[in-house]
């Protein structure tokens, strides 16, 4: 893993453990950068979308090296479409480089097919995330005289799915991960067009990732519950707020448009018996070609008697991420 998730990791858990050790530091010590980008293709043309990071506060990315695989010159702009002269799978390299000299770099397989012509099916689809959970639609085009016969999906983890649009998809459990999805779509003549895309998915942010105060929300008497919006400053759209246990239910759809101060009530205003644990889960909004930098997380604090303040940050943003504001939820019990 790399240095600054792992430093990263150290600051989310500082109320539970200390980090590092002892000794003395001469100043903060510079990081490579990390390379990272995404990639969509319709037949032999792709657009690739940079999507590497510096987490070097005092530092900035100042250029970058395309290589396509494919014998052609490298490129240095920071996104680029580029079209491939022949059918065949490709490495593709990317080298991020930060104003102090340092590289970080990333390979991935691209897979581009020739369009047939004439009359020929071209592919291409939408993807929308929230956390694990994808949905996927099919927008592929014909040209006159090619008509619809069948679609396949592959998701990038191993799993195929025949036919469905729109499909939807759930990843395992995994930390922040990018995948390749890829659809082929076959016309009526039997010709073929594949559209390969990339994904970022992350896992859902729950209370026991909790950082300071009391991570079990634990009701010491018998009680009702409210959860109320407090604020939201999101980067991403559809962070969604559960409660996961003991009993399930979707308090805001859409945390980052919902109504803020509204107390909604949870499991109708039934009292909860005392001795309760609640589970809260956020799940991410998560976009195609968006960069998310480090996964998402959740920090509570306070106490059943003043109430659980809940701080979300959904993964995305520049150098004064994570801020945890991006929701900030108040749950209320009410003996």
Same mark, same amino acid.
């Given at each position: ?28 010590v510079?990081?490579?950068?990390? $390379?990272?980008f995404?990639? %969509? #293709?319709?037949? /032999?043309? +792709? *657009? =690739? @979308?940079?999507? !590497? &990071?510096?987490?070097d ?5 100042i250029g ?13 702009t ?43 099916p071209? $592919?291409?689809?939408?993807? %929308? #995330?929230?956390? /694990?959970? +994808? *949905? =996927? @639609?099919?927008? !592929? &085009?014909y ?23 729109p ?17 082929t ?13 990339t ?6 942010a ?14 010491t008497?018998?009680?009702?519950v ?25 308090v ?12 909604v ?10 001795g ?8 991410a909004g ?37 801020d ?12």
């Amino acid at each position: 893993m790399r240095t600054w998730f792992r430093a990263f990791s150290c600051l989310l858990v500082v109320a539970l453990s200390a980090c590092g050790g002892g000794g003395s530091s001469s100043g903060p010590v510079n990081t490579p950068p990390t $390379a990272n980008f995404a990639f %969509s #293709c319709t037949d /032999l043309a +792709c *657009t =690739f @979308t940079n999507l !590497s &990071t510096n987490q070097d506060t005092a530092d900035t990315l100042i250029g970058y090296i395309w290589d396509f695989g494919d014998a052609t010159p490298t490129v240095t702009t920071q996104n680029v479409v580029h079209a491939y002269a022949a059918a065949s799978a490709y490495t593709v390299t990317l080298i991020a480089i930060d104003s102090r000299g340092l590289r970080g770099t990333v390979t991935r397989q691209v897979s581009v097919t020739t369009p047939p012509v004439p009359a020929a099916p071209h $592919a291409s689809f939408t993807a %929308s #995330c929230v956390s /694990l959970d +994808c *949905t =996927f @639609t099919d927008t !592929s &085009t014909y040209d006159a005289g090619s008509v619809f016969q069948s679609r396949s999906w592959n998701f990038g983890d191993g799993t195929t799915l025949p036919a469905a649009s729109p499909a939807s998809h759930s990843y395992a459990l995994a930390p922040l991960s990018t995948y390749t999805v890829t659809l082929t779509v076959t016309d009526a003549n039997g010709k073929t067009s594949t559209s390969p895309q990339t994904i970022v998915v992350a896992p859902p942010a729950t209370s026991l990732g909790c950082t300071t105060g009391n991570c079990i929300l634990s009701l010491t008497q018998a009680s009702q519950v409210t959860m109320t919006l407090v604020s939201h400053s999101c980067s991403a759209a559809g962070n969604k707020v559960i409660v996961t246990a003991p009993i399930v239910q979707t308090v805001f759809a859409n945390g980052c448009s919902d109504t803020i101060g509204v107390a909604v009530p949870i499991n109708g205003g039934a009292l909860f018996a005392a001795g309760t644990a609640l589970q809260v889960s956020v799940l991410a909004g998560t976009l195609p070609s968006t960069p998310l930098i480090f996964t998402p997380a959740l920090r509570i604090t306070g106490d059943f008697a003043q109430g659980w303040t809940l701080t979300f940050d959904d993964g995305y943003g520049g150098p004064t991420e994570p801020d945890f504001n991006d929701l900030v939820i108040l749950l209320k019990a009410t003996p």
